[in-house]
């Protein structure tokens, strides 16, 4: 609960929830607008996604106030439900089944005890080296070649981005340290979860409101020009004007936003090229309105690496 | 109370969604029949029916299988109400037909897996005839052909351990015999009714 006597995490909590309010009450109204059925079908699918909100924030919230265990748990959770979701459209064979469950139970479990001791060089190459290696050993003993390096590349990937990557948001609670912000890390994962998801409903909000030229037709039809330049500089002033929650300058949170918006972007382009290639349109349907765990992390994915590289390297004793 | 825990964690496990789009879930007698690939197939279709079904519901599973062990039986008996046969070619003492007849009774369903047993190609093998002897003794009960996707990703046939894929239960269109069909035009007929709602799966 020590999070809590931090005045700028309450201001934050505090500003979610009005957003929150605001967008229910804004749903409410539309409801009641709607006459097409098309347009109801949309505001139907924008209130399930604001109700989906709530949980996610409540949940979110609740596991920072618990702290650093709570934090770690509840990435790691969404971690193995991600990856659930991306082996289950991976086409693997019987073959890697062991490997699978050695990706799932116990290199899955490792990676996040590595974060939760806070030991830094064995969460860092734990995935990359020893996991890279030793799986494909595995799966070379099970003895079946066929489309062995592409089933193989398959699961590798589903490990990096749904477990390695994601894992490195609860890092910037967990692994930074930052001369002059200690113990305020909470703030930061606060703020850098804050602006990956403001980036992606802005830029869902101005696709809708005045979305014209597609950027990727073929990988996704919802991503424009004026969505991504609207909703990202959108999200960069609200990221910067947030500044007292990060250990950065209001400049230097517009540059770091401006890093979040682009990767996230990233993000969301290259998942979305992986579910058109197996023919579906959401990784799963664990959240109403949203679709799978992934579909709400694909940005996070991409942003908290880099984003907590950049961190490290500029701010990092 | 453990059969509700059972029931939830396996579905819990297999992430199993229940699509219902042939049919809605009701309490009329049936048999739903389904394609075959994993030791999991019958726990987690019967854990995919709502309580009030699923408690009128018996799957029908081998003998040599649930009878292996002391936790399977117990997990047989008292959960799943499980209806175990043998495997052995039928004798007139000892007739598994006249056991799942029997079994329906008056108000129950069952699960029953019509391969015969556990497949390991991605089609599903032919059907063998108890489907039709169930549906001749019993022209009153509804055939409802279920699609399992992924359980043979979850636990494979010669796996102990089980991988959390996502899984499904897709339940098709209510299906009876017709006045005089054959015996191998029914089952070919049933079979692809199973394969049918694998392709509307994805």
């Not at chain 1, 949980?55 to 990435?75: E, Q, Y």
């Not at chain 1, 991504?228 to 209001?250: D, K, N, Q, R």
Request: proline share 6%.
């Amino acid at each position: 609960m020590k999070a809590l006597s931090d005045p700028a995490l309450l201001y934050l909590l505090g500003g979610t929830l009005g957003l929150l309010i605001v967008a229910s009450l804004i749903g409410f109204a539309l409801a009641k607008k709607a006459v097409t059925d098309s347009t109801k079908a949309t505001v139907a699918n924008l209130n399930a996604r604001t109700n989906a909100w709530w949980l996610m924030v409540a949940v979110f919230a609740t596991a920072l106030m618990i702290g650093p265990l709570g934090t770690t748990l509840m990435f790691g959770f969404s971690s193995f439900m991600a990856l659930r979701e991306f082996i289950t459209l991976t086409p693997t064979k019987a073959g890697d089944h062991r490997t699978l469950f050695w990706v799932f139970f116990i290199v899955t479990p490792l990676h996040y005890s590595f974060l939760g001791t806070g030991w830094y060089g064995m969460f860092a190459i734990f995935i990359p080296v020893y996991a890279f290696l030793v799986l494909p050993l595995r799966s070379a003993l099970a003895g079946d070649c066929e489309r062995f390096l592409e089933r193989t590349s398959k699961i590798q990937w589903g490990l990096m981005v749904c477990v390695y990557c994601i894992s490195h948001a609860p890092a910037i609670l967990m692994l930074l340290n930052i001369p002059g912000f200690e113990g305020q890390n909470a703030k930061l994962l606060f703020w850098f979860v804050t602006v990956v998801e403001l980036s992606d409903v802005m830029q869902y909000v101005w696709g809708k409101l005045c979305g014209r030229r597609k950027i990727a037709p073929t990988v996704s039809p919802s991503k424009t020009w004026e969505g991504f330049l609207g909703g990202g500089a959108t999200t960069v002033g609200i990221g910067a004007a947030l500044w007292w929650a990060t250990p950065f300058s209001p400049l230097q949170a517009a540059g770091m936003a401006v890093i979040v918006v682009l990767m996230g972007f990233a993000g969301g382009l290259v998942m979305s090229a992986i579910k058109r290639d197996r023919g579906v349109k959401d990784w799963g349907g664990a959240i109403a309105g949203h679709g799978g765990f992934m579909d709400r992390l694909d940005s996070l994915s991409f942003a908290a690496p880099v984003f907590f590289h950049v961190t490290r390297y500029v701010m990092d004793a | 109370m453990t059969k509700h825990l059972v029931a939830g964690a396996l579905r819990l496990f297999s992430g199993s969604v229940a699509r219902w789009q042939g049919c809605g879930p009701e309490l009329k007698q049936r048999v739903y029949f389904a394609n075959h690939t994993s030791n999991l197939d019958g726990p987690v279709l019967w854990a995919s029916l709502p309580p009030p079904v699923r408690m009128l519901t018996r799957m029908v599973a081998a003998k040599d299988y649930w009878s292996a062990s002391r936790l399977r039986m117990k997990l047989a008996c008292e959960v799943f109400n499980a209806l175990l046969i043998e495997r052995k070619k039928p004798t007139p003492e000892c007739n598994p037909l006249d056991d799942m007849v029997n079994a329906l009774g008056d108000r129950h369903s069952l699960i029953i897996f019509p391969e015969g047993g556990r497949q390991t190609t991605p089609e599903p093998q032919p059907f063998k005839g108890g489907l039709y002897h169930l549906a001749r003794k019993r022209p009153d009960v509804e055939l409802v052909p279920v699609w399992m996707e992924n359980l043979n990703r979850i636990l494979p046939k010669g796996e102990i351990l089980p991988v959390p894929m996502l899984g499904s239960v897709t339940f098709g269109m209510p299906m009876r015999l017709e006045d005089g069909e054959p015996r191998p035009e029914f089952l070919t007929r049933a079979r692809k009714a199973v394969m049918a709602l694998r392709m509307t799966n994805v």
